[in-house]
Each structure stands twice: as structure tokens, then as C-alpha cells.
């Protein structure tokens, strides 16, 4: 196995993609999730635990939500990162 990491631009975007493509996957199982349970009538004591139980899920889908933009963004901020040091290190021997 090896220790090394490897990456290029295009690996950098592939993995924006693929955390996008997670997001509108997500999104739309919470979605589906929601119609089937919109679906059954909740009374009494099991009306308050399922909303307990739906805020709660709730949260933590806005908390995976919240992860999965800032990973996108910290992927995308790597790529920027890397273009700016290959491009500093392009200069540096060109000169």
C-alpha cells in the first residue's frame, strides 16, 4: 500500500461531482421519505413521538447537508490551491 496521495484537476472535480451527485441523491430519498410518511395519520402520543423523531432526523440531515457542502467547497478550495502552487512552481523554473 501506498502512503502517497495523488491528484490532478480532474480527480479534484470528479470528487465535486460525485459529492453533488450524493447531495441530489440524499435529497431525494429525505423527499421520499417524507411522501410515504406524509401518507399515514398520526394521533395522540404517537403524533408527538414521530414529530420528536422527525425534528431530530431533521437536524442531522441538515447537519450531513451542511458536511457535504463544506467538503465540496474544501475540495474545490484544494484545486484552487494546487493550480496556484503548480503555476508558482511553473514560474519559478521558467525564469
Known sequence: MSDRIYMDR???A???????A??????????DVRTATGRLTW???DAVGFQGYQKAWDG????TLDMLLK???LVGLSAENSEITEKQNADM???
Do not use: K, N, P, V
Open 14 to 20: 470528479a470528487g465535486q461531482e460525485a459529492i453533488s
Open 71 to 73: 467538503l465540496r467547497g
Open 22 to 31: 450524493a447531495e441530489l441523491h440524499l435529497r431525494g430519498l429525505a423527499d
Open 93 to 95: 523554473f521558467a525564469t
Open 60 to 63: 442531522i440531515f441538515a447537519d
Open 43 to 45: 394521533a395522540g402520543a
Open 10 to 12: 480532474g480527480s479534484m
